[in-house]
């Protein structure tokens, strides 16, 4: 390494952010990006360790350690500490096919895992990891880089997520003929419709979709499978499919007047939010103006709702979680290098706090009952409060009694996850799932292949649900299977 005192002589600095007040009056990106010298400087404080495990990319006792792309994370940090950013761009392009979404909205399992991060701040991987990439577009060394010759072989992709944007960039660079369909009216998925502008703004999925458009790939949208085209048609026009079709089977609150007008799926208010932009936020098809929002579940996506309702102008917004709050400090069963399950202050909760001076998450607490007008419109919420307790060796969830209460609220959104992916598309392939409701694969871990000729799964909708780097990792293990399927098929009929 190029300076070996680094991670003792300089402290961890994240990217900046706008002010909170400032930013909820708009939908852009709220992060700053930091200058050449202090960049410098955080790369300088990867420590050269013997192990690094920020690359690792494992899954243990479901949590993550390391990065699932297994970025070349310290050779780039180093590269960085020296301002040599176009090499730095070379290694990370080598591993991660759009760092611009992972720097971004990844979580940073390899922070988690970094070594320094045992009894210290670890390096600041995700913000270098974003400037290499920014730095790559503005330099031009992130540009079309069409294949020199194609295969004849082609590939439909359904589902132009993280997932299927992967799949369909590496098969494209290996020559094949790749058609994306997307059943929405923009490609990307989640990435355009699952996350909010503020913190993935949606010039940046358009600026990689288009460099994918000009490099070869088809993207066909508003175009459900089994309405619009049909298996056979995709089987019969194409030598092997990809399944990306993500998991978005909504997990729903079982509640008395759950059918209450101005209950949504968090989703169905974040995609209708971001739609919105491409004409006038004010005219969002669910706007909470001047409401009292209440979001149940604690997740990421519940943040986002938060975040959301805030830029809308909400007369107030209260996040419901039923598990208690995160520990400051590591527990004993969440031990380095497993991803830290502490205590954050994340972007919407920052702006709750300026805004209202209050942390808008409530914890321990359970929603029984929505309470409704003559109208049928929701009035509020009737909550109790619960507890973890073991019994017969595991955990439960028990009601207190006398912690009953009830919350007013105009709008609710329920951010309680899912429960694997959507049925549509996998009944009509007649796909074999397993136990969770996720498409089979012959080996759940290493083999996409599905119990379709031809026809195989990756992302979200074979793994359940995730991060966007594990789709990535994921698009680009089922195109090297896809890519050896179809150079045995034609090897078969050379033969």
């Given at each position: 390494?190029?300076?070996?005192?680094?991670?003792?002589?300089?402290?961890?600095?994240?990217?900046?952010?706008?002010?909170?007040?400032?930013?909820?009056?708009?939908?852009?990106?709220?992060?700053?990006?930091?200058?050449?010298?202090?960049?410098?400087?955080?790369?300088?404080?990867?420590?050269?360790?013997?192990?690094?495990?920020?690359?690792?990319?494992?899954?243990?006792?479901?949590?993550?350690?390391?990065?699932?792309?297994?970025?070349?994370?310290?050779?780039?940090?180093?590269?960085?500490?020296?301002?040599?950013?176009?090499?730095?761009?070379?290694?990370?392009?080598?591993?991660?096919?759009?760092?611009?979404?992972?720097?971004?909205?990844?979580?940073?399992?390899?922070?988690?895992?970094?070594?320094?991060?045992?009894n210290d701040d670890p390096v600041a991987i995700k913000t270098i990891e974003n400037e290499?990439?920014?730095?790559?577009?503005?330099?031009?060394?992130?540009?079309?880089?069409?294949?020199?010759?194609?295969?004849?072989?082609?590939?439909?992709?359904?589902?132009?997520?993280?997932?299927?944007?992967?799949?369909?960039?590496?098969?494209?660079?290996?020559?094949?003929?790749?058609?994306?369909?997307?059943?929405?009216?923009?490609?990307?998925?989640?990435?355009?419709?699952?996350?909010?502008?503020?913190?993935?703004?949606?010039?940046?999925?358009?600026?990689?979709?288009?460099?994918?458009?000009?490099?070869?790939?088809?993207?066909?949208?508003?175009?459900?499978?089994?309405?619009?085209?049909?298996?056979?048609?995709?089987?019969?026009?194409?030598?092997?499919?990809?399944?990306?079709?993500?998991?978005?089977?909504?997990?729903?609150?079982?509640?008395?007047?759950?059918?209450?007008n101005g209950i949504h799926f968090a989703m169905d208010y974040l995609t209708e939010a971001?739609?919105?932009?491409?004409?006038?936020?004010?005219?969002?098809?669910?706007?909470?103006?001047?409401?009292?929002?209440?979001?149940?579940?604690?997740?990421?996506?519940?943040?986002?709702?938060?975040?959301?309702?805030?830029?809308?102008?909400?007369?107030?917004?209260?996040?419901?979680?039923?598990?208690?709050?995160?520990?400051?400090?590591?527990?004993?069963?969440?031990?380095?290098?497993?991803?830290?399950?502490?205590?954050?202050?994340?972007?919407?909760?920052?702006?709750?706090?300026?805004?209202?001076?209050?942390?808008?998450?409530?914890?321990?607490?359970?929603?029984?009952?929505?309470?409704?007008?003559?109208?049928?419109?929701?009035?509020?919420?009737?909550?109790?409060?619960?507890?973890?307790?073991?019994?017969?060796?595991?955990?439960?969830?028990?009601?207190?009694?006398?912690?009953?209460?009830v919350w007013e609220a105009d709008l609710v959104f329920v951010a309680i996850g899912f429960?694997?992916?959507?049925?549509?598309?996998?009944?009509?392939?007649?796909?074999?799932?397993?136990?969770?409701?996720?498409?089979?694969?012959?080996?759940?871990?290493?083999?996409?292949?599905?119990?379709?000729?031809?026809?195989?799964?990756?992302?979200?909708?074979?793994?359940?649900?995730?991060?966007?780097?594990?789709?990535?990792?994921?698009?680009?293990?089922?195109?090297?299977?896809?890519?050896?399927?179809?150079?045995?098929?034609?090897?078969?009929?050379?033969?």
């Amino acid at each position: 390494m190029g300076y070996l005192r680094g991670f003792i002589d300089y402290s961890r600095e994240d990217q900046q952010t706008r002010d909170p007040i400032d930013r909820i009056k708009d939908w852009g990106e709220y992060t700053i990006r930091l200058d050449e010298d202090e960049l410098q400087r955080q790369g300088a404080r990867c420590m050269d360790c013997g192990t690094p495990f920020c690359h690792t990319g494992i899954s243990f006792n479901q949590s993550d350690i390391g990065c699932p792309v297994n970025n070349f994370i310290p050779e780039w940090n180093e590269l960085v500490s020296e301002g040599d950013w176009q090499h730095a761009f070379e290694r990370l392009k080598e591993t991660n096919n759009f760092p611009e979404f992972t720097g971004r909205v990844c979580p940073a399992p390899c922070e988690g895992s970094c070594t320094l991060a045992i009894n210290d701040d670890p390096v600041a991987i995700k913000t270098i990891e974003n400037e290499i990439i920014e730095r790559g577009f503005e330099n031009g060394w992130e540009q079309a880089n069409p294949p020199a010759h194609r295969t004849g072989k082609q590939v439909a992709v359904v589902g132009s997520g993280p997932a299927g944007l992967a799949a369909a960039d590496q098969l494209n660079q290996q020559g094949h003929t790749v058609t994306v369909y997307e059943r929405d009216d923009r490609p990307g998925g989640l990435l355009m419709y699952g996350i909010p502008n503020m913190k993935l703004e949606k010039e940046t999925v358009d600026r990689r979709v288009k460099l994918l458009e000009e490099e070869g790939v088809t993207f066909v949208c508003n175009t459900s499978v089994g309405e619009d085209i049909t298996r056979d048609e995709l089987k019969a026009d194409n030598d092997a499919v990809i399944i990306c079709t993500g998991s978005q089977q909504h997990r729903d609150v079982p509640a008395d007047n759950r059918d209450s007008n101005g209950i949504h799926f968090a989703m169905d208010y974040l995609t209708e939010a971001t739609k919105s932009l491409e004409h006038d936020p004010d005219q969002a098809a669910i706007h909470a103006r001047g409401k009292n929002v209440i979001v149940i579940g604690g997740g990421d996506t519940g943040a986002d709702c938060v975040a959301t309702a805030l830029r809308q102008e909400c007369a107030r917004v209260v996040q419901f979680g039923k598990h208690p709050a995160s520990p400051e400090e590591r527990d004993d069963d969440n031990p380095w290098p497993l991803f830290p399950m502490t205590f954050k202050l994340d972007y919407g909760y920052q702006e709750a706090v300026e805004a209202y001076d209050e942390d808008p998450r409530k914890y321990e607490i359970l929603t029984k009952a929505f309470e409704t007008n003559e109208n049928g419109d929701v009035t509020s919420l009737k909550t109790v409060r619960v507890e973890k307790v073991e019994e017969g060796g595991r955990l439960v969830t028990k009601e207190l009694p006398g912690t009953e209460e009830v919350w007013e609220a105009d709008l609710v959104f329920v951010a309680i996850g899912f429960t694997g992916p959507e049925r549509d598309v996998l009944d009509h392939f007649g796909l074999e799932l397993d136990d969770r409701g996720r498409i089979w694969t012959v080996d759940g871990t290493n083999d996409y292949r599905t119990s379709d000729d031809n026809v195989f799964a990756a992302g979200d909708a074979r793994r359940g649900q995730s991060l966007v780097v594990w789709a990535i990792r994921e698009g680009r293990e089922v195109a090297e299977q896809v890519d050896t399927y179809l150079a045995n098929e034609t090897e078969q009929v050379i033969i």
